[in-house]
Every structure is written in structure tokens, then in C-alpha cells.
């Protein structure tokens, strides 16, 4: 079967590229998945230059993410032809991932695909959408209501930014996007953004301990300087989630919105979640949550396409999704 392979040549030193390699052989509890669709995610652009914070078992079969129909299954949970998918985990990181023919995976990563959706629309969310969707529920969950006021989006143009604000969209929120990419304000209005700041000024006017309040919520998929400078503004008992670190691993900030708001930050981590919360998320993706500006935020691809598409993830050019038909 053809497969997008990581292969490391010499030390600190990788090759990336289509490959035939063997069709996987199904071992106990385990299910083989005949690929539809996968899709491109940072974590899979790090992996195909060899990043050892996500892939250290070389060669590898990039690809975290994959949605298609059970080819062969040793467990009693699912039988060839049902329809599945698969993100997070360890697949495409130490595990070899979806950018193949086939992918070989244990029974207890696998989700039961809704049946409202397509298996291109569920790969356009992914673990991206996925990530989205465990964001905006954790302030619902919090009692953050559309009334309480705006939301912030940070990394707005990105994978998860794009559908964390077309999804507080959809369900009646306003959404305040920020993005370092003046070209694309017109698109986040597209997907529902009702106003538009730039990173620099966002970053710029706050350099106060504390700023005025003014969101209700962040959901933050960046980290570093924007997620300390968002905290400045959340009003009083609002909620920031965040779940990514393009800016910075790093967070500087005070304990006043803590401590003078009672602001709370959570953690988002859609990898290694309950696959019970999973499947709740994909159910609301599928059914209330299910946005109308996919093809905006889509662009399908082949496996032959994927090395450049790397390329623009990790010099941070790529806007949207990136889904992968197989």
C-alpha cells in the first residue's frame, strides 16, 4: 500500500516522502481501518521532520488523525464495514498514523462515526475540531453564556481557531478573533468572527497588569504572550481554556485576574481524553455543533500533496484545515 513514511537517514538528519510499504496484519483487540480520509495537523508536520517530542520510532507513518470503514477487526466492539474513526492517542506519533492505504490501531481508540456526518467533514473537524469542541464545552460547562458577553478566539486562522469560531458561532456567541494575518480578516468574518484584532496590536495595548473587562471567555490555541495578556481582560468569573503552544510553551502573568475576578484557566487535551468524551464531542459535531462554513475552512489534498503542506504548516502560512483523501 502507498503511505506518507518518515524515515531518519543519519543522526538529527530525515527523509519524508510516499513510500510502499506492507499492508498492516491485525493482532488481538486490534482493528484495521480502510482509509477514506485523514487530515494535516502541526503535531504531523513536527513528526515528518523528525521532532523527538512526537516521534521517536523511525519509520514511521505520519498522520494523528483517520476516519473510514473497519477492513478487518480481532474485537468483539466492531465488525468490517462500520464506519470509525480514530484521533489522538499515540497513532501517528510513535504508532504509525493515517496517511496510508490502511492503519492498524487497538480497539479502545476507535469512535463509532455519527452517521449524520461524512467522513470528509468529521476529518475537516478532526483532532483540531475535536480540540475546538472540548474547548467551547468546558465554558458552557463553566456557565458561560452568549448574554455574558464576547469571546475571544486566539490563533483565530489556525485549525483549531478556525473552528472554535465558526462552531461559538453557530450557537449564538460573538466572537472576537485574533490573528498575526491582516490578509485573512475578511476570512474569519466569513466563518463568523463578528470583529477582528491583530496580534501586535492585541499584544501591544496590554501592558497593564490588568485591563478593563472585557470577554466572557477565551478559548486560546497559542499560548504564551497572547494567553497572558487575554487573561488581563476576562471579566469578572469568565473562563479561558487552552490547548496549544505555536507562540510559546511559556506563560508569564500575575495571579490578579485569579485572585480579584476568580477568572479560571483549564486545560484542553483532546490526545489521551476519555473515548466516552470523544464520542460526545463527535455527537454534537455531527448533530447542533455542525458548522455551515466547512468548505471555507477546507482545503482536500492527496498524499502526494502533503510534504508541501508541511511546509506551510511549520512556517506558520497554513489557514484552515488541511484534509487528506486517501
Known sequence: MRAFVVEKIADKEFSADIREVSVPVCGENEVVI??????????????????????????????????????????????????????????????????????????????RTPDAITDKEIMTFG???????????????????????????????????????????????????ISGKAERIDYLKEIGASDVVLRNDFNEGAKKPMMGEKYAGVVDTVGGEVLANALKYIKYDGVAT????????????NVFPFILRGVRLIGIDSVECKLEKKQAAWEKIASKWKVDTLDSITNEILLDDIKKAYDLLLAGRAVGRYVVKI
Not at 475540531?129 to 463553566?142: D, F, M, P, R, Y
Not at 464576547?150 to 483549531?160: D, H, P, R
Open 127 to 177: 483532532t483540531a475540531g475535536l480540540t475546538a469542541a472540548l474547548s467551547v464545552n468546558e465554558l458552557i460547562e463553566n456557565d458561560v453564556k452568549p448574554e455574558d458577553g464576547e469571546i475571544l478566539v486566539t490563533g483565530a486562522t489556525g485549525g483549531v481557531g478556525s473552528i472554535a469560531v465558526s462552531i461559538l458561532s453557530k450557537i449564538g456567541y460573538s466572537v472576537v478573533a
Open 34 to 111: 480502510k482509509v477514506t480520509y485523514s487530515s494535516l495537523n502541526y503535531k504531523d508536520a513536527l513528526s515528518s521532520v523528525g521532532n523527538p517530542g512526537v516521534t521517536r520510532n523511525f519509520p514511521h507513518v505520519t498522520g494523528i488523525d483517520v476516519a473510514g470503514t473497519v477492513h478487518e477487526s480481532t474485537s468483539s466492539i466492531f465488525n468490517p464495514g462500520e464506519r470509525v474513526l480514530v484521533t489522538g492517542y499515540d497513532m501517528g506519533m510513535n504508532t504509525d498514523g493515517g496517511h496510508c492505504e490502511y492503519v492498524k490501531v487497538p480497539a479502545a481508540w476507535v469512535a
Open 242 to 253: 487552552c490547548c496549544g503552544l505555536t507562540s510559546s510553551h511559556e506563560l508569564n502573568t
